[in-house]
């Protein structure tokens, strides 16, 4: 089946249900945004992020790392922010995630992430589908790296 016809499928679904009214404990449809919330082990099981809405759509923030400490038991801190003056700031809590909103292709969130492994600001996409969900991560909209991360809760 094309993808066109696939699209309409869904959508007509879509529209059933709307018209039937309600469903308690209906999941099939759950909005991207809606999807997307939570907290998410990232795929080398070192950080938990928990996404949920902030000022500007969804925002991301780690709320768990597998060495919250550096090698003199201090807090790991923002080291490679190319800010000096937020290099202190700790990594635990730091929002990392902003601006996710749903892209104009309707088939993902779109948004930016901040990598404290560099120092970097890229470009993110998410695509949740259940209990997984591909993370997309670009620089100049080319060079580009994919994880997937679990659902935690």
């Not at 992020?49 to 923002?78: A, F, M, Y």
Request: contains cysteine; glycine residues 10%.
């Amino acid at each position: 089946m094309d993808r066109s016809k696939v699209r309409r499928l869904l959508w007509g679904i879509g529209f059933a249900c709307l018209a039937a009214g309600p469903a308690h404990g209906q999941t099939s449809l759950v909005p991207l945004a809606q999807q997307a919330q939570g907290v998410w082990a990232d795929e080398n099981g070192d950080s938990n992020i928990r996404i949920e809405p902030c000022d500007t759509g969804l925002c991301g923030r780690v709320i768990w790392l597998k060495h919250p400490n550096d090698k003199s038991g201090q807090p790991k801190t923002d080291l490679k922010n190319p800010d000096q003056s937020l290099r202190a700031r700790p990594l635990l809590g730091l929002t990392i995630i902003a601006g996710l909103k749903l892209d104009q292709n309707a088939t993902s969130l779109k948004g930016r992430v901040y990598n404290a492994d560099d120092g970097k600001v890229y470009d993110l996409y998410l695509s949740p589908k259940g209990a997984t969900m591909k993370v997309k991560g670009c620089l100049f909209g080319v060079l580009c790296d994919t994880q997937i991360w679990t659902r935690v809760r």
